[in-house]
């Protein structure tokens, strides 16, 4: 994508996913869509309508034709700029959904005059147009691939503006900073200061801390994102292929109240109360013949490695006390920053009571039967107290976006100069040029400062149609 | 689906097809839709907004929301009873294109009232509200699956009514004739003939001739519908391969410059000039070891039988006329109904001349090279010709649908019955009986006369959401 040669020419795209369905709807955004549209539309008995007379926001019932030929009976919505997604003029046709029809259409208005979107393009127009800032812009495509409530909500609060907000609110701090060092440079031969010093500091360091905190919660923000990797591990006959299933079973019996969702579920991630967990390379833990003495092998402590949260699953009435205490010795020697949730399972063979009195000297052990789905809702009800802990109130601004935490990364190292700078007690115009860095890093995020290199790099990630 | 249990309530599902997208049409449709849409819509402020004032066929901005919560900005379009598809309030939401949002708005849909649609379940409203007569809703299936231009213009055409105003005529002129038979029982004592019995069979023969010829249509329907079936049969070395991806190839160069569309492209299909062609059991004829000295061998003529046209290919160097001779007369055991077409391949190897003149002989052989694609158009307006010379005129109209040819053949005989009768001068009670029968056939294609089984069954086939 040449952003530089981006224009007002009018963009076409199927706007809703590929496949058969009832309906799909091709979206026209430009100066010319209207008219563009207008050439091939009719009313239901093939009599022209002058679509630019109607109001904007308005459906009109129709079909669309290439000559005498009938393409399609559709329904045409009217955006009139600058009341739309992009800014511009749109115009959806609501058609059949067969692909067959979507192709003629988008081949006829191709014909007439419009151009196929290019990736993301429909989105960068409202960019450009000033309808959304660069980090909005982003939040939308996470909002597409969001799959779990919180990764929902936090792009959701993304989109209409929150982190965008904070950000914007950051920088007028900043630029506020900035006038005063900049008025003592105009003054510097008279060697006066119009700014306190030791406020400059408090004010830096108080900003510094907020983009430090925004750093912080990039941690979670990712997780939130990409799911809270989990590593269940366990010798072969622990049952851990069987707690997977009955986990995952649980989960997909939720997904699939929608009938046809299914198909994409990807099988290995765990939506837990709204939290995403992602089970790590379960492709090994299913097939237990190649983890025989599964603690010790390489992989296994990979996946502890990779994982948040480590599940170590045992059998409960195979397993005695002193070898249990062997097994976590060496599970903590590969932990790093997992989190070890001891699990017993199998309980329904003999009585529980006795078992849980066994293991009693280790605090933290679950007790569980897998294949009788006993306290099932008690592990996963650990699970999410595990994501608690390791932080979050996700009604603060959460950073989900590795370009983003780049910036506040870069920021914050100008930050810490400006800080530094004012305890050595640098001129005004050091102080300035680490000031105009963090603002131009700050922008960065919002869109405010951007290049065509960038913008392709962030639209291109879109689908078409967005 | 149990149709007996179909009432008001209001129904909701995904209108667009599962999948990431830039966006996804939720349609509810029902007395309540705008109701129930308005409890968890507010505008992008969230302040609430009384859709049930705003005028039919426009558009509103704003947020769907739980409470607190929000799920998505979305646009909603009003319809409202009965100017909407059903004939029923209908709201489409166009919210983004993620199955998570997706999921959310319709639980929370569900949660407020709506029930989960069926499937085809807006498509039987609109049958049942009169929007549609049943063969038009039929051809509504029919046009989403439609994948050729031919099929989708005969889909269309059904939709738009077309057929069923042609089988409405047919019906209208047997209740005429029916009326006049009837008033003839009702003064059967005083044995009067109030229709001239030798008009009476020149209007039944000229019906039965109509229903006849709609009959026949249903071969062109149905190839036009499913693709005309084409096998490509010939020894191991004459290049069936190269000439089948030749042909796909360059099929699918059209199909992929709407780009995301190769995807679900079956590769056998073959669209040319929008007529589409089904190459038979390819697997069997690109494993070409296991059909060395293919004629002859059981598969090979399975796949001749069930074709429309044989593609004999041959290697033009290496096939002597003696042998192209015995090679036809065997196969002419076995065509059946299929058409031959004689192909000779790799005329680049040799001069070109020599080879058409040493073939002269037969009159209806092709002269290719697939590998150099040279006369492949040729070989494409050849296959269009053949279908052309089949029949066809698809302005008229054409059965494309079992239900349809099946109720008409029922129609035929009814219809016959009464021409013997007439001839056999039976009474007019006998007449009316069959009369009756007619009528019946013919109304249960356009659905006057329908069950519950029947209706389930159609409606059955169609998308959840359509």
Known sequence: ?????????????????????????????????????????????????????????????????????????????????????????????????????????????????????????????????????????????????????????????????????????????????????????????????????????????????IVQRLIDSFEVGNVIKNGIPVAIVGKPNAGKSTLLNVLLEEDRAIVSEIPGTTRDVIEDELNIDGVLFRIIDTAGIRNTTDIIESIGVEKTFEQIKLSSITIYLFDAHEMTTSELEIEIEELQLHLHNSQLVLVANKIDKEDEEYIRREFSEFPNVLFISAKERFYIDDLKKHFIKLFDDRIINITETVVTNTRHVEALRHTNSSLIRIFDGLNHNVTGDFLAMDIRQALHHLGVITGEISSDDLLANIFSKFCIGK
Chains 1, 2 share one sequence.
Do not use: W
Not at 62 to 81: H, Q
Not at 140 to 155: C, G, K, R
């Open 1 to 209: 994508m040449d952003i530089a040669l981006l224009n007002n020419d009018t963009i076409v795209a199927l706007a809703t996913p590929q496949g058969i369905g009832a309906i799909g709807v091709i979206r026209l955004s430009g100066e010319e869509a209207i008219a563009i549209c207008e050439k091939v539309f009719a009313t239901k008995n093939l009599r022209k309508k002058d679509l630019n007379k109607q109001a904007s926001h308005t459906i009109h019932f129709g079909v669309i034709r290439e000559g005498d030929i009938l393409i399609d009976e559709v329904l045409v919505s009217l955006f009139k700029a600058p009341n739309s997604y992009t800014g511009e003029n749109i115009v959806e046709i609501s058609c059949h959904g067969s692909k067959f029809i979507q192709q003629q259409i988008i081949q006829l208005l191709i014909k007439q005059g419009a151009r196929l979107a290019n990736q993301g393009e429909f989105t960068l127009r409202a960019f450009l147009n000033g309808k959304l800032d660069l980090s909005q812009a982003e939040a939308v495509a996470d909002l597409i691939a969001s799959n779990s409530s919180t990764s929902h909500q936090v792009a959701i609060q993304q989109m209409r503006g929150g982190f965008s907000n904070k950000i914007k609110l950051l920088r007028q701090n900043l630029i506020d900073f900035a006038s005063l060092i900049e008025l003592e440079l105009d003054f510097s031969e008279e060697d006066v200061e119009f700014a306190d010093r030791s406020d400059l500091k408090k004010l830096v360091s108080s900003i510094q801390r």
